[in-house]
């Protein structure tokens, strides 16, 4: 928004310098980004108008606030009474409007006799500071006001409308209209259109058309100032791909009540700059005043809100400047009736904002006791925070992908619930028309994408949920899942669940139990179990999916419930000293048959309770001619320590024979000695 100071000190009784203004007007809300001379004696100030506050994009609204923030006198342009002639407006034209929903008032004033010619030099040079081009004397007028008002207003060539007839109605589905730009528009019945006898000749709150536009020859004008509802105009301009000044507000919301003051504004401007003669009256087809809404401020409230006593009289002051009314008090507070322009004020809290920000934040004090609570986390948003933690320090990356999901990728992995997905009734984009009941196809996908652009091996973690359906009537269940995929092999993807499952306390209790799934390859997958309960699966990519995305065999993934994961966590890990005494190591490589699993053979050793052992880890897996036909050999490292002292050889040595011996009893070990 770029506003001329001159202009606004026509409105504001201030000795401020521009940048004084620019100063007080940014502590109220309305940050002024650039204060620039244009030459002539005058600023232009550039102000970021934030969406909740159209008001101010009228230099009537700015004027108002500052007038509030700087204790200056607001001094509005005079409403003159306008000499108008004999013949009624009703006599000339008539309004008809077919959609009150989407034109909830509209008014009309018909002038006739009117000469086009330049505006003058002062009022051509106030638009030029405003990023607006002078046109004529008449257009000019009805940017002149919309700047001044933000009431956007159209002058329509009386002589050009036929019938003398203005209809408000929606778009007829393929009609076209060409628009003021010369650009043909084919439009549909969300479109909102002013027509007249013969059809359209604007688009509402956008654009006006060539055929009825003010030109050099227009001796008739009819003047438009309505209010149109803002989600209809914004439809209208987004799907058109047309953005002016005039959608610019009404998008927005103008006053309501604004459009009459606005046209007697403009009409006054018009016979002064143009002559011509006024019609008597004028058309409106909502002739009766929208009550305000009403708010309740108790003066106490506002002191318990913002920590400290503003008196009763500065409280009043502030509200009325900034155009407020405030009838009789009640107890202690006041009933406030809020205007037209401030449909942003709603609650007595927004009444509080009001008087804050024109009082001053800055004399907020900054040293109350105020008692402050800290919000409990969640033991999930706890654990959810830990995963990804573990798993960046892993050298995952994250992603975050749409919970919307290709038909063709829905059904690929169903590792919780089989069933047909969620189908959207209307989504987003044609192709995405189903709700994911995995993260593991978004994933894929992203991994594959990233592999085209040249990236190297691919690590990719994801928390998000997934839609499982229910039977017909109930919600689907929101599944919180940890997915990870990752081009360096099952054990990678088996190392980095067993990091994440001992750092969330899981570990102790969770097994790996080989399972078949048909997006995995055979002989690689397994089910994560907890207590019999299934709360995940790993295993490498089927051939299928590893051919739908065009990713080298050996890409693994994994997925995990994490609310299962958090609900069969261990109690919280105490700390522990670092151990004082040095360990002892002992490498086995015990030849066991095929089907003896990792987990079973760990199992019997740790449940045997070997002297001094304190941790077992798995070393590697060879197979061969020296281990047979069925069997493999697996390497494993027995650490040992005594936390009392240094543990001997002959301790240490103890302690593998006694595992040897375990391992050839239970399993029919053979070990290469």
């Not at 991994?447 to 499982?468: S, T």
């Not at 390859?521 to 179990?529: I, Q, V």
Request: include cysteine; aromatic fraction near 6%; glycine fraction near 10%.
């Amino acid at each position: 928004m770029k506003v001329s100071y001159n202009w606004l000190r026509d409105y504001v009784e201030t000795q401020m310098t521009a940048h004084e203004a620019a100063d007080a007007l940014t502590m109220a809300g309305l940050a002024v980004e650039l204060v620039e001379p244009t030459g002539d004696g005058d600023f232009r100030f550039t102000a970021e108008v934030t969406t909740n506050r159209p008001d101010w994009l009228g230099i009537v609204g700015i004027a108002r606030e500052l007038a509030a923030a700087a204790g200056g006198k607001l001094q509005l342009p005079a409403a003159e009474p306008l000499l108008e002639g004999a013949r009624a407006a009703e006599e000339i034209v008539s309004v008809e409007v077919r959609d009150p929903d989407l034109c909830p008032r509209y008014t009309a004033r018909a002038i006739t006799g009117v000469k086009i010619a330049p505006s003058p030099p002062w009022l051509a040079r106030r638009l030029e500071i405003c990023g607006i081009r002078s046109i004529n004397n008449v257009v000019d007028v009805t940017n002149y006001v919309m700047l001044e008002r933000n009431q956007p207003l159209h002058a329509f060539d009386y002589d050009r409308l036929a019938g003398g007839r203005i209809v408000v109605r929606r778009a007829v589905e393929g009609e076209k209209l060409t628009t003021l730009d010369g650009v043909e528009r084919r439009l549909t019945g969300e479109n909102l259109l002013i027509c007249d006898g013969a059809g359209p000749v604007a688009l509402a709150g956008v654009m006006g058309a060539e055929r009825s536009s003010v030109s050099a020859g227009t001796k008739n004008v009819l003047l438009e100032s309505a209010y149109f509802q803002p989600l209809g105009v914004r439809r209208t301009s987004r799907a058109l791909a047309i953005g002016t000044d005039s959608s610019y507000r009404f998008e927005r919301g103008v006053d309501p009540e604004g459009a009459e003051a606005a046209s007697r504004r403009a009409a006054g401007m018009i016979l002064e700059f143009a002559g011509g003669e006024l019609a008597r009256g004028f058309i409106d087809t909502s002739p009766v005043a929208i009550p305000p809404r009403e708010i309740q401020l108790r003066y106490w409230w506002v002191g318990n809100v913002l920590g400290m006593q503003i008196e009763k009289r500065a409280i009043r002051r502030i509200l009325m400047d900034l155009g407020f009314s405030l009838s009789v008090e009640r107890g202690d507070g006041v009933l406030v009736a809020v205007p037209g322009f401030r449909q942003d004020v709603a609650r007595e809290i927004d009444l509080v904002e009001e008087i804050a920000r024109i009082y001053g934040y800055d004399k907020i004090p900054n040293d109350l006791d105020l008692k402050a609570v800290v919000p409990r986390v969640s033991e999930v948003a706890a654990a959810t925070r830990r995963g990804i933690g573990v798993m960046t320090a892993l050298g995952f990356d994250q992603a975050m992908t749409d919970s919307f999901i290709e038909p063709q990728l829905a059904g690929m992995v169903e590792l919780w619930r089989s069933g047909r997905p969620i189908v959207i009734s209307n989504p987003m984009r044609s192709e995405q028309g189903q709700l994911r009941t995995s993260l593991i196809p978004s994933l894929l996908k992203v991994c594959a994408a990233n592999r085209l652009r040249g990236a190297e091996a691919g690590r990719l973690v994801e928390i998000n949920r997934a839609y499982l359906k229910h039977e017909e009537g109930r919600l689907p269940e929101e599944k919180l899942l940890l997915a990870l995929v990752t081009e360096d092999g099952v054990l990678a993807a088996k190392g980095a669940v067993e990091a994440l499952a001992e750092k969330l306390n899981v570990a102790p209790d969770m097994a790996f139990v080989p399972a078949s799934f048909p997006f995995f390859a055979p002989g690689t997958s397994a089910e994560l179990r907890v207590g019999g309960r299934m709360i995940g699966a790993l295993g490498a990519a089927s051939a299928q999916l590893t051919e739908r995305f065009g990713m080298a065999r050996g890409v693994a993934m994994a997925e995990l419930d994490l609310n299962a994961m958090v609900a069969c966590a261990g109690p919280a890990k105490m700390f522990r000293a670092l151990p004082r005494f040095p360990s002892i190591s002992r490498d086995l490589s015990p030849i066991v048959p095929e089907g003896v699993a990792w987990s079973e053979l760990v199992g019997a050793l740790e449940s045997a309770g070997l002297d001094h052992v304190e941790k077992i880890e798995f070393v590697g897996v060879w197979r061969g001619e020296q281990t047979g036909d069925g069997k493999k050999s697996l390497s494993l490292r027995l650490v040992m320590r005594d936390p009392e002292r240094t543990l001997t050889d002959a301790e240490a040595n103890a302690s593998q024979e006694a595992a040897l011996k375990l391992l050839e009893e239970k399993f029919g070990a053979v070990f290469r000695r």
